[in-house]
Structures are given as C-alpha cells and as structure tokens.
C-alpha cells in the first residue's frame, strides 16, 4: 500500500490492514524535500539526485547506513528535523529496506496520478456534478480503449532468436515482454564464477564486464534461484542474473513455470475477483453488459478495418458472421423460452402480489379523512368576540 507521508493514515492501516506492507510514495517524498531541504543542497548533486540514489540504487542496507552519514556530515544536517523524520521512516521508502518487499515494481502512488493528470486535460472549475461525469467517462473510456488496445497487440517483436522470449511473447503482456527482453539482452553481457556456499548449495557469482559489482544467485533445487538484486521477488520478472545462470550454468533454455506469474500474462483478468472473505465479487449486470459491448465493438472494428483491404478476407469474415449471427439468435431465443419455463408462474404470483399491493394501498387512501380546505370560510371567533355578539343583540 502506497501512502503519502501522512501520519494518520499510516496509523489506520496499521489496524485495518496489518499484513499489508505499508511504502512511502517516493514523488511525494521528493516534493516535501524540495519544499524543506532544497537550499542545503547546493552544487550538481542538488537533492534530487542526492535522495534518488538511496531512493532507486543503494541495494545494502550497511552502505544505506554509510552513505546517509556521509551525507549528514558533508552537509551539516545531523540536527535536521526533517531528516531525522525521514531517516526514521526509511523501512517504507528506502530501496535498500524495501526491496525485500513485492511491490510489483512501484515506487510511487502512480494509478490515482495518472488517472488525476488524465482528468485535468478536461475539467474546468465552473463544471457542475453533472457536467463532470461527462469528461469522467471520456477518460474511462480513453483508458478502458487503450487497455483493449494492448490486450490485442500480439506484435511483439523479438530482438534475438531464443526460446525464452519467444515463450515470453506467447505468455506475458506486451510491457512485461518488452522488460523480460532488457533483462535477457543485459544477461549477454554478464559473466559467470562459482563457489560453494557454507551450506553446501552453489553459488553463481555474476559479473559485468569492467564493473566491481558482483551479484550472488543462489542455486537450488529444482530451477529455483535466489538473486541477491531480489527483482523477481520485488516485481515478479525474472532479473538478468537469474536468466544468465539458467542458461548457461544450468542449460535451460525456458523460462520454469514458477517464473511465469498469472499477474503479468495475458490471461490475468480471466478469472473471478475475489474478496477478503475469499468470496467472489458479482459484477453488476449492467457494467458487465456494457463492457462486453465495447470490448467486442473494440475487436469486429478491428476486424472489419482489416478485412476491408481484401475481398477474399471480406467473404469469409462475411459468412462467419452471418453464421454467428443466427448461432446468437438461437442461444437466446433458447435462454428466453428457458426463463419463461422457469419463471411464468412466479410472474403471474408476482403480479397478483402487486395487484394486491396496489389495491390495499388504494383502499387505506380511501379511508383517510380528506382535509378541509379554509378556503372560502370564515374566520373562527373567538369567545370574547361571541359575548360581546350576544351583549349587542341585547341591546
């Protein structure tokens, strides 16, 4: 769960949701250093670029520990009070810290910023409640599109013949694809040394080319691999050390099954959406019926501007159609006579039951007293003005 640095809602979901690993949105963290620390830092580092390495590059938590003293000392900030709050919360934001963590590969409260930055492009401050869900389903459906979109664009193009990005392709989305290949393409310029660790198990230790930095990858059985960088742990793909090792200390070519996280494929959203309980959430009939009309809308558009530039395609995508046209004709003309099979009589006691209802409700209006209008009547005297009347009529 990512946060900004409010200290009320860290305490809430410290009760409320107490398994879940609470982070600090990283940009936010940015912006309130640029607004407390910003003049402390003067030179070409600046406190961007200062915060970023801890933010993004220091992997151990001792050197996290080192360079941030480092830093106290040549700035002279061991008395900031910013930064002693900062430092106190580093298990939430520091990479060193929470790289240990799945984070999917997020820093940042990214889906309600973009989602945000999408809106301002149409709002204006004089729209009514109203007017606003009028841009707010343009962006909806802006996003719902381009997600369409996404999921139907199989050309995934595959830099280096290998089986694993070609099972890469076929498994994950185009994004995770485009990353696994990076990784797999960055694995070509690594090294490889082994050693034996205290327990027994081998130890692959990957180099780069004219770099100091080593790497440890743990082997274990089974294809099952520990990286000392923990990207698969932290975002669920496999890390450019790991596909090094696989391939060339352990000759396989594919990526093992326990690589390959539903989360990321094609297929992910396949399923029933579950609940805390571990019940399943029932959509609303009328969201999911109109989703499933924009996403075929989506594909037949895409369809008919394909088949459009040849006449053979034309005539067969014509005839399919016509045949799934009469086969969707059937199953719900077969739907509809089920449910009048099913649900006649309980239609007919529905009914009686309203009629009942109605009249019921009819006849207690009948029995309400109507109230008398004043309209047209006189005005009520009072008993002073009634005895003074009668002492006139005496007179």
Not at 253 to 273: C, H, N
Not at 360 to 369: E, P, Y
Request: aromatic share 10%; net charge positive; glycine share 4%.
């Amino acid at each position: 769960m990512f946060t900004d640095q409010d200290a009320a809602m860290a305490n809430a979901l410290s009760h409320v949701m107490p398994d879940t690993y609470h982070r600090l949105c990283t940009w936010h963290i940015m912006q309130n250093a640029l607004k407390h620390i910003h003049g402390a830092f003067k030179g070409p580092d600046g406190v961007k670029n200062v915060l970023s390495k801890f933010m993004n590059e220091i992997e151990e938590q001792n050197e996290f520990l080192m360079a941030w003293n480092k830093i106290l000392d040549d700035y002279d900030m061991h008395e900031n009070s910013w930064m002693k709050s900062i430092f106190s919360t580093r298990e939430k934001w520091a990479y060193a810290y929470v790289r240990h963590e799945w984070s999917a590969g997020m820093n940042t409260t990214q889906l309600s910023e973009s989602f945000n930055a999408s809106l301002k492009d149409y709002l204006k401050l004089d729209l009514n409640i109203a007017q606003f869900f009028i841009p707010f389903e343009r962006v909806v459906n802006d996003k719902r599109y381009k997600e369409i979109e996404a999921k139907y664009d199989l050309c995934y193009r595959i830099k280096v013949p290998a089986k694993m990005l070609t099972q890469a392709r076929e498994f994950y989305t185009k994004a995770i694809f485009e990353e696994f290949q990076v990784q797999f393409l960055e694995a070509t310029e690594l090294s490889l040394e082994s050693c034996v660790d205290d327990d027994g198990s081998l130890l692959q230790i990957v180099t780069k080319d004219g770099s100091f930095k080593k790497w440890l990858v743990k082997r274990k059985s089974d294809n099952l691999l520990s990286c000392g960088c923990r990207m698969f742990e932290m975002k669920g793909v496999l890390c450019r050390h790991g596909i090094k090792v696989l391939r060339e200390a352990m000759n396989v070519k594919g990526i093992p099954d326990q690589y390959l996280l539903k989360r990321w494929t094609k297929q992910a959203r396949a399923e029933f959406v579950q609940g805390m309980h571990g019940h399943e959430i029932q959509a609303d009939p009328k969201l999911q019926q109109t989703y499933q009309y924009r996403s075929l809308c989506s594909i037949f558009t895409r369809i008919s501007n394909r088949v459009s530039e040849s006449e053979k395609a034309y005539n067969v995508a014509h005839e399919h159609a016509s045949n799934l046209a009469r086969l969707v004709e059937d199953i719900l003309l077969l739907e509809i006579a089920k449910n009048v099979l099913k649900t006649g009589y309980e239609s007919e006691d529905v009914n009686l039951e309203m009629t009942s209802i109605q009249d019921s409700n009819l006849m207690k209006a009948q029995g309400l007293k109507k109230k008398e209008s004043s309209c047209g009547r006189r005005r009520i005297k009072s008993s002073l003005e009634k005895g003074l009347g009668k002492m006139k009529e005496i007179i």
